[in-house]
């Protein structure tokens, strides 16, 4: 499939430069992916579309402050790295900027308490480092690091926790799952008092998910893995309520690949921990997830290739033209879709 296929007019400014007040406040296109029936809602109604037969998964990743900026030892220059994969206690996956001063030795210093030696040097700016460092490494990250906003976000994020889900729990990540960063503490009450099972899953959001497709042809495209993991009981549970006729509400790109990637032939979760490079594109067939709530996605990346498979290609871009004819906001801090 050429890659142009998956690309769409968006004006500037409907990409949201900042996250709203209330973190549910935001609009809501539901799309039925049978029909392509459209409706316009809030995302504070989402309680409406879902029942006691419905399984709620979100990824509760957590994201790293995992943009840091050092100096080369040996010249001074300046290096902007970004945290990908931890690889063990010491070790990490990076990707590097500018790429041509991080070769095999090369010494970098973040702080007075932190440093790092490039071991591997791999293509498109990735890079293997090993961090020699005093304390806790989460605290001095923590204390050094940005968050790592995408690109296209050029207003700066006064409040770091906006760019995190409220039930984020697990750290590793270098992106949010933004499809769940709608969602409240008020309206997980809401969803767990009408009878709904919530359970959770971990993606590390890493390069997989944001690099984007630089390739003509999408089967060409290089996915790099990302780490997930399973609990045993959810997925016993999830199992259960598969098996049981339940419908499979992911919440996010990120729980999807985690879903795909867990679950065998059956459409059953059998594969609990892995390293995943799962590239979903048409013609897909989605083996366990039912439903998905995704905000609107980049063209030609990835993440629309996904939701093409998911709710058939023509559907979701006449969506698309709906949502930019209706000013919908797009992209990590933007409106959501739900599509059922």
């Known amino acids: ?20 007040k209330d973190r549910s406040a935001s609009r809501m296109m539901k799309l039925d992916k049978q029909t392509g029936e459209i409706k316009h809602e809030s995302f504070k109604n989402i309680v409406n579309y879902l029942d006691e037969n419905c399984v709620l998964v979100l990824n509760n990743t957590r994201v790293l402050p995992a943009r840091l900026y050092g100096i080369k030892e040996e010249t001074d220059a300046h290096i902007e790295i970004l945290l990908l994969k931890r690889i063990d206690m010491y070790n990490w996956q990076i990707l590097v900027k500018p790429a041509k001063r991080a ?69 590793g990540s270098s992106a949010a799952p933004t499809a769940g960063l709608h969602f409240t503490d008020e309206i997980l009450g809401q969803i767990k008092n009408k009878g709904i099972e919530i359970e959770y899953v971990t993606l590390h959001v890493g390069l997989g998910t944001f690099r984007p497709v630089k390739v003509d042809k999408i089967e060409q495209h290089h996915m790099h893995s990302e780490y997930y993991n399973i609990d045993e009981d959810v997925a016993k549970r999830l199992n259960e309520a598969r098996k049981n006729g339940k419908k499979i509400v992911a919440v996010g790109t990120t729980t999807v690949r985690t879903l795909e990637s867990a679950s065998n032939k059956d459409g059953e979760l059998t594969k609990l921990s892995d390293n995943t490079n799962i590239f979903i594109f048409p013609p897909y067939k989605f083996k366990f997830v039912d439903s998905i709530i995704t905000n609107f996605h980049l063209p030609m990346s990835t993440l629309i290739m996904m939701i093409s498979a998911f709710a058939g290609k023509d559907k979701l871009f006449h969506a698309y033209e709906e949502a930019v004819k209706n000013k919908y906001r797009f992209f990590s801090f933007g409106d959501c879709m739900f599509i059922d």
């Open 1 to 20: 499939m050429d890659t142009r296929d998956f690309d769409y007019y968006l004006p500037e400014e409907l990409i949201a430069q900042e996250p709203l």
């Open 103 to 171: 070769k095999i030795g090369t010494v970098i210093r973040f702080s007075d308490r932190l440093s790092g030696t490039i071991s591997k040097e791999e293509d498109e700016g990735i890079r293997y480092i090993k961090f020699d460092f005093d304390g806790v490494f989460e605290d001095i990250i923590y204390e050094i690091g940005s968050m790592p906003l995408p690109p296209y976000i050029h207003h700066k994020l006064d409040d770091k926790e906006r760019y995190q889900t409220v039930y984020s729990k697990i750290n």
